[in-house]
C-alpha cells in the first residue's frame, strides 16, 4: 500500500558529503514520522535520523552536528543530508515511514529496499 522511494547513495571520500532522499507514495493519509536507519556488515540496524510531522528531530549520538534531516511542506519527501562523512558511516541506509493509511485508523511502518553508502578513508 505504501512504496518508499530512496536515492542519493554512493561512494564518497572521508569528509565529503551525500544527501539521500525517500519518497513516500501510496494510499497515505498522514506520516507521522519518517526516518533514517542504517545496518553495517555485522552490524545490528541502528536508529539514524527521525523527524516527526511536527517538526521534531532526533539523531543518533553519532552523526549529531553532521547529518540533518529534513521534509517536506507534505512529508511525503524525506532528507538525510550527511556531512563530514566518516568511513563508520559506511552502511546501507533504509528508509522508514510511520504511515496512517487512507480511510484507515492503523499505523504501519514500512521501509524502503535501502541505498549504500561507502565511505573510504
Known amino acids: 500500500q505504501v512504496q518508499l522511494a530512496e536515492s542519493g547513495g554512493g561512494l564518497v571520500p572521508g569528509g565529503g558529503s551525500l544527501r539521500l532522499s525517500c519518497a513516500a507514495s501510496g494510499s497515505i493519509f498522514s506520516i507521522n514520522a519518517m526516518g533514517w536507519y542504517r545496518q553495517a556488515p555485522g552490524k545490528q540496524r541502528e536508529l539514524v535520523a527521525v523527524?516527526?510531522?511536527?517538526?521534531?528531530?532526533n539523531y543518533a549520538d553519532s552523526v549529531k552536528g553532521r547529518f540533518t534531516i529534513s521534509r517536506d511542506g507534505a512529508m511525503n519527501t524525506v532528507y538525510l543530508q550527511m556531512n563530514s562523512l566518516k568511513p563508520e558511516d559506511t552502511a546501507v541506509y533504509y528508509c522508514n515511514a510511520r504511515v496512517a493509511l487512507v480511510h484507515s485508523t492503523k499505523v504501519n511502518d514500512y521501509w524502503g529496499q535501502g541505498t549504500q553508502v561507502t565511505v573510504s578513508s
Open positions: 523527524i516527526t510531522s511536527g517538526g521534531s528531530t
